[in-house]
DNA sequence: ATGAAAGCGCTAACAC
DNA sequence: GTGTTAGCGCTTTCAT
């Protein structure tokens, strides 16, 4: 309690004041080892009483290990990522694992500079493993420490390398909102998507709406939009003038930019003119009655966790692991027969 | 790029690769110091090619100090509290200085064991700050701590002591909200909150309500509401039924449960019942159309940065810092003059 | 301008 | 069971 307690203690301190060597005191504290009960008590006391807090950075530096696993974050305050980081957390807590996160902005960065600096970083802490889930930083960054440290993706696909993936499967996505279109009766539609640079997650979601569409027959037409949701909204009800029945967006983001936009130029959603989205994380969605896909964030989380734990305890096998999840339809009201 | 090096790789390495020694590498690559500029060069170059990533570590136990700020979160699927990280990150990024996040999770748990459990972890990592973004741990538990580093709490308030804090002003944000209410005609008011051991922040935005509304000579029925926004939502439309003409939620998550609610109940809002919420954070809440609160997430985030710098460049005043700010009202659909 | 040497607080063999 | 000892990889005086 006195100003220079606290984190000022070290293990010597509590040793010293129990009466025995620091290794005992770090036998005692970790409760490992053979001790007699009574001087484990005296040294437990003593830590408590001292307030003494552990410091880690050097428990770590001598143990050559670090216990905790690094998760490379990208902007939570886009909902999928913020719901992700939570399931992540709550995951690795349930698991015994410790996280520690670093985010990335997504400010456009020269060479993606931050993204290094982020991933150097955790590196720099020497994580046992790294979890990454932002599509900044790209494959080819990761590799070449693919070997000193288990590295998974999470949310997104990993084609190739030594790089483990648990992510979303977005063309899956993509194609279930497309038969319900199709389902309904449309047979031309805009698809409303970011542009290759903006999004991967959305041209995957997008090019796998278009193909499924046009296999079925439908004419499509694609719009690159730029990276916030309003971009290019002008453009997809354009296309509806020209005779569109459905806007497909890759976001459910960009599916409230539509629908906002309908209502201010007087078209009826579902009458007029179908709306749909993905993600499906939107509190206050069902009142929307947005059409959409919600995305298996939980079960991502949850796989993405206990890979890296098996991956920890060398429990992988030789292939890097690939595990692809698919969310399910949510039929809402933003999106129904083709009227007019 | 050999399979031993990269991580395996030391500043011993590289000051031999580039034939100097220990401490003329760390100075070049520090920045540090006066060196010739060759010599810097071929360090430099050294580092490069051998793919050296400092082990942080190491570099801050024998500095003795950490350049990392420890971030504590609550669950960041919150909206609120997963914007306020976003923009957290976003400030300290746009400073120069380094988070590091834990979250805890919001189970039930003994005595906020897990909270302690956080704390410890980051104090043992000797972080050079903490901010403290959930109401989960007390200030009794950060106090003793408060003299070896600077702690803030951001986004609620502090009474006393000597823990910092950047805050909401939930209490504006009542009366905010209890004023529009009052303006509109209501006389008869249910508040839906969550009960006092469910949410600080809610019982603070409550309350403050509450008395502007009585103070007002309004009848309120005040209702303590469990964790889940669903909770006590048929309470709520009792009260209405009883002659409720409003019902002020402490939440906008409240808010959209009892909206869905009065939507099955087939209750016209805001034709026979005004509902209004706090928060203002959903995406789409303008197409839902929902009466609130905008919360300053952005200042606060910002404003609890700026301070943080403050306080570990040593330029902090003997008084702890308290900062509050209020948002703004959004004057939505879901809130009319008292009808029948 | 550069090197030598002494730790930072802790863990982990290895003795006793 | 408990103590001794040698570092972990780096920073930082203090010499030179």
Redesign the pocket.
Known sequence: MSADSRL????????AAA????????????G?????E???QRILEAAERLG??????????????TGTVGLMLRDASNPAYGRLFARLQDEAHRRGLDLVTVTVGIGADRQGAKQVDALHRLLGMRVAGLIVATGGVSTAQLEPFADQVPILRAGRMEAEGRIHAVYYDESAHGRMLAAHVLGLGHRRVAVLAGGPDVSFTEQLRASAMRDALTDAGAEVTMIAAGALPEDNVADALEAVRAGATAVMCASDARQLAVLRAARDAGIAVPGALSVTGCDGLLPGGDLLGLTTVRIPVEQVAAAAVEAMQRLLAGEAGAEPMRQGFAGELVNGSTAGPPGR
């Open positions: 000022n203690v070290t293990i010597n301190d509590v040793a009466g025995v060597s620091r290794a005992t005191a770090t036998r005692a504290l970790k490992e080892g053979r001790i007699a009574q001087t484990r003494y807090v552990p410091n880690t950075i050097a428990a770590e530096l001598a143990a050559g290990r």
